[in-house]
């Protein structure tokens, strides 16, 4: 199965053991040149070890880039406008974040002239599906390597046998086999497998990284408020913020107030089940907030009809088409939606819930005037609603009529 | 604007202020014999003094029907399968009332030869077309007297005043006006109006009747199972109960933690935004527990089709349009679904959180077999994966090698 | 209901009977300046009658413009960029020609200082609901006038009555009723009403005015070349034509080769059925070279989303929401997709068939390399297939495993 | 990639030269035992001579079924329910053949003890999808071989050597390739490949077996009626007829006058376009009757929800999904809206033509009564539109006064 002639290849490298496995299997089984990449997707660990390791494997071309601001300005924020959501629940986190790293690799492998590129991801998930998609958008004659759906290293005695026999340093604690498996960004952390995976068991406080126990979290709510312009958040509590400070500002509150956990069920695109445990603190806030700040300044159609392409949307994000044509289209449609997406949301956070207390807006479509129960001064003629409802009604009293009563058929 | 020569006329009477002056009103301006229709939704108020109340006006003709099964089992579970929720958030517990009302209206209505119906809700919301669209589709020849549009009793003081002239009591804490208006039944509360009309105000502890605050709820988590069989919950914690029966100890539960609270701006039907405050406990956690035990027993195509119509099946009910042929060819669709949604979901209520700690089915399509991170003995080829992979890209990689690289258009 | 207080008021006029008993009632009923507007759609009547006796009537301002173009450009071209059609047939030719009149009379009224506009839409259709919701988007606070829902004059004697009080000139051939009702511009013609009304009975050939009967068609085809820019038809046979001009052409061509007749029931907004016979004799042509140069052009899924959009998108136009949030969102998502819809089509006219015959891009995504049944040299692994169908069928079979056979729910 | 261990295997078996390759293969490479089956779906061969052939290579269970009336009533049918077309224009002749050969043959599996099954598809088309889906979602656990993915006879040549070789006799006229494929049954027919492999290139006349050119078609127009029931068609002129016998009447009809020639590029399932030569006559000119009985019968909503899913319907027709969870749900969402489906339609039949000319049905939502231009007597009240109109405007009426004109965001 495995392609051959293979001269270059661009790992996507984290430094840990398996894809450190990885780079050194493939300088032995192809015989060709790695050249590392590591991204800074704000994982939450130190990027300098990585590069150590790759020069101690003899890679001649390192590259370690920090794309936390690419990640959340292009990619969060652009999915944000949506409120999307995977199957009603799951903010896509990981989804989301791989195929800014294919886009990177595969910059790389042009720039450094490589011919191929090459992920840690298994044969059974999504994120094979999600980085390959995006590689043969950006360069259709790319030469793909997934190891583990090569190589014979399938059980953990033999991988780590793998690591002895060539020197790959193996740290104490990943000697044993990790009871879960991590997926970790600025976005998000994931953790699924082994002690996971049995959905009918509740999953232990040690899956949980991001977020501290609701029960743990302050007796005291915090209110917070964030700033939107165009749709995307701008500031927290009157402070502007980059991007990934702003997410990282929102992580910190969620973190605190124990916001974001979800324990799931899920349909992956390869066609199975499986269960994973999602820290999303600060997207969690981020959609509460997005919701409301769109409750008050878009229009009911435009706001029903994101609404009815969101599931599309998230399936797009979550099957790994976002270098896709109709996701594309489907941004044109959100964008064009949020220019008066601007104001203020007030939210107040806690023990694991966020609750909207307040927004405004200078572009707000909300009419006091219209709305009120008091006398609205000719506002709103309620006399018009008569004529609204009997035309509404007409098709249903034809219907009637001709005997299908109530609706039937 | 009036309907002329009305003989008889059933109204939506529930005894308070408002509904006897409407009882009055429509007796001296059409001179013709009303009958009161007084229904037992769950919205926790006595029903005997309605009763009174219609007697002391001389109406001769008095129902007052319990329709709580009715309402949970015919209408709140068919909505619940579809895990509705109006504009990414609100679970409908108004809408989904007013067509059983309506619909009992009309059997009334042609059990005692009535030629008109009458509801008391305004002409600037949604409930008046709800109640209408349902007399139309169920009855199209009927008359229908909305007071609200046609009266001239415009401000509190001309309703007081009518009522006096009229020896309509008056409660002593109805003297004043009520500080919001409120709408209840077994699902939920709602309220709207007046001190809540500034959206950009957190909305006063005084308005939540159905809750408890979270901060007010038990510090330690409650844990409980829901039982379901074709999509709908038929016992919590392992005790069999009817349909109101449950929905009314969910509430009890959801209530004691804090849990359906929600602080919403909506966009209604005729057209304009309105904010509303809704508590809906049992609601919010059976809304959880439904998604739950889909996430193991529902295929993902079935979901996904189901979510993609969610919005526009929350939209019919939220526009009144119950007893419309669309949403019953939807509901045949929802329906169909639920064969197999059967089996038990374990929650953690805590403090306004409703999390799911296990679901376990005789119907599910979970398979750890297939899904494990560890050796599958087979269940799952993982060289299928590149396959699939290949042909999800082509058509991307025929469009980048036709210049449209990264899925541009 | 009418509106009172009108100062000045522009009126839609084509110089019609109709339309002159509305300018003469206006001005005798609101006492109010009234100024006229005569648009060039391209319905085929000269203009300059209209300005004669808008005159005679002592109107001062006077407005007839040639919107042919503008109809054609900015209206009728974005609109077939989707393949529109409504309730799977209608090509939606008044439809979209009301938003410009619209337009363009508000323009008017702001130029001129007008408070109101007035129409002589009929109550009963979709075109009052077309031209009030433009006026109504383009200018909130403007008045609206619509004679024919307010007056008296609700028979063809009374209306002719009031023409001879008033010295309105009527043709001769309007003494008598017209055997059915006509609107007709650039795209299409449409005609409804009277001998029409009974959609048992057969259209009478009277009844078609812009296309031959395909049976007095030439005996012999007509080949013709279509050449496509941007999703926009931009020259016939080669030659370079301006958007009217070039459907002009279209018109020609498909009135002398039988095309583009349609006879139908459709449902209108107002909630009741109508039957309508349409002539698009160019549109016809177009929708069938548009999905052409699409078929090869455009990534499937692009397509699908367009196709799974496009009845959102009629319906909205044919309601009278052009000028919406909804449909400028759709149109965003549209007219993103149309970058790389370039190339000529060839189709072969014949009494009322439009073949395509032939489809060229330099923009192709059509791959005979990928596609021949000859030996493809590897550009295609037959091998891929298998995992491809693989991982499809598992949620198949894993609900087949479960019990659910043959994807039974 | 093979399988393995194959005892008995059930081959969809035309008796042509490929097949019958194919039967010499399974015996000799997995020297297993072969059950032949070979289905009349109105293909228009004689399937004697496929058993003949069968028994010729020593099979010792064969099995040829007339499924003409499972096909039609079945399958197409419930498709036409729909007004099912693929990517705008395609009737999906073949698409909705493949479940039923499918179904069959696993029942004969089943039937016989038969671990496999095989199939003659390709590797680069859509039959081998619809037939393994098919297969997998029927019986999970159904070994599949699909011959022309796995062997090495991958040119003409080599085929008729292996002919040869194992004395299975070549028709004179197959000794050269064909210049095209075919498929056909009761529904369609349709070309692909060698010389229509152009898309700017007109297919040869000689492509078409199903219909004569619209010029050759009789000069004079065919009027027919078609009587449908519960969506159905049950009668051509009036005669009561069987599924299948009714769909030949049809194509019968269609042929004569030239009806139902589609030339196409469509985008398969497996990420490439392709050309294809359809001919439809009978699906044709049911398609057209199927949406005039609609037109009267089906209100407005129905309608217009079953327009927005068929795209999507259509979709997992063609790929292959007709045994899925999702095809079945929206099945009987479809199913639901035709009970009132009922009544006649006239269509006229000329030179390609099929044009309604006349509807009428017991179940009628058409009501002259409220369309005509008459006077109605008071049956619509056209002040209503009034209301109608305002309370559909107020949303971007408020947009216009918040600055955004014209529907802008």
Redesign the interface.
């Known amino acids: 199965?495995a392609v051959k002639d293979v001269k270059k290849v661009v790992l996507a490298y984290s430094g840990g053991l398996d894809t450190s496995v990885i780079l050194k299997w493939l300088q032995t089984t192809y015989n060709c040149e790695v050249v590392t990449f590591t991204a800074d997707l704000g994982q939450g660990e130190e990027l300098g070890p990585a590069r150590k390791k790759a020069e101690m494997f003899g890679v001649k071309e390192i590259f370690v880039d920090d794309l936390r601001e690419t990640f959340v300005r292009d990619f969060v924020f652009p999915m944000f406008r949506a409120?999307t959501v995977y199957?009603?629940?799951y903010l896509l986190g990981t989804s989301i974040a791989r195929p800014l790293i294919a886009?990177r690799q595969i910059e790389i492998a042009e720039q450094v002239g490589a011919d191929a590129v090459a992920h840690g991801a298994?044969?059974?998930g999504n994120d094979?599906?999600r980085f390959?998609?995006s590689y043969?958008?950006?360069?259709?004659?790319i030469k793909i390597i997934?190891p583990?759906?090569e190589w014979d290293l399938?059980?953990r005695t033999k991988l780590l046998d793998f690591a002895e026999q060539h020197q790959i340093p193996i740290a104490k604690d990943k000697r044993g086999e990790a009871p879960f498996?991590v997926d970790a960004n600025l976005l998000h952390s994931s953790s699924e497998?082994?002690i996971l995976?049995?959905?009918?068991?509740?999953?232990d406080e040690i899956v949980y990284q991001r977020t501290i126990r609701?029960?743990d979290a302050p007796?005291k709510?915090t209110v917070i408020a964030i700033d939107f312009e165009n749709g995307d958040p701008v500031a927290v509590d009157g402070v502007a913020l980059s991007p990934a400070a702003l997410l990282t500002r929102l992580n910190e509150l969620g973190k605190a107030n124990g916001i974001g956990?979800l324990?799931?069920?899920?349909?992956r695109f390869?066609?199975?089940?499986?269960?994973g445990v999602y820290e999303t603190p600060g997207g969690t806030i981020l959609l509460a907030a997005h919701?409301?700040i769109e409750?008050?300044t878009l229009?009911?159609?435009?706001?029903?009809?994101?609404?009815?392409l969101m599931?599309?949307y998230a399936?797009l994000i979550y099957n790994g088409?976002?270098?896709?044509?109709?996701?594309?289209?489907?941004q044109?449609?959100i964008?064009?939606?949020?220019?008066?997406v601007n104001g203020r949301v007030?939210l107040?956070l806690?023990?694991?819930?966020v609750?909207?207390?307040?927004?405004?807006s200078p572009?707000?479509?909300?009419?006091?005037k219209?709305?009120?129960?008091?006398?609205d001064q000719g506002a709103?003629?309620?006399?018009?609603?008569?004529?609204?409802?009997?035309?509404?009604?007409?098709?249903?009293?034809?219907?009637?009529?001709?005997?299908?009563?109530?609706?039937?058929?």
Not at 197 to 203: G, L, N, R, T, V
Not at 355 to 360: A, D, H, L, N
Request: hydrophobic content about 35%.
């Open positions: 199965m409120n199957e009603g629940q886009q298994t044969g059974k094979q599906v390959e998609l043969y958008a950006l360069k259709p004659d997934a583990w759906r399938t059980s498996s497998g082994k995976e049995d959905p009918a068991q509740e999953a609701p029960e007796d709510a956990r324990d799931l069920v899920e349909n390869v066609g199975m089940k499986s269960r919701r409301a409750s008050i229009d009911r159609e435009a706001a029903h009809l994101k609404d009815s599931p599309r399936e088409f976002w270098f896709s044509p109709e996701r594309r289209m489907l044109a449609l964008d064009t939606s949020q220019h008066s007030r107040k806690y023990k694991g819930n609750t909207c207390v307040g927004r405004e572009n707000s479509l909300y009419s006091m219209v709305v009120t129960f008091e006398d709103y003629d309620q006399v018009d609603a008569k004529g609204f409802i009997k035309l509404n009604a007409l098709r249903l009293r034809l219907g009637a009529m001709a005997g299908r009563r109530g609706g039937a058929l």
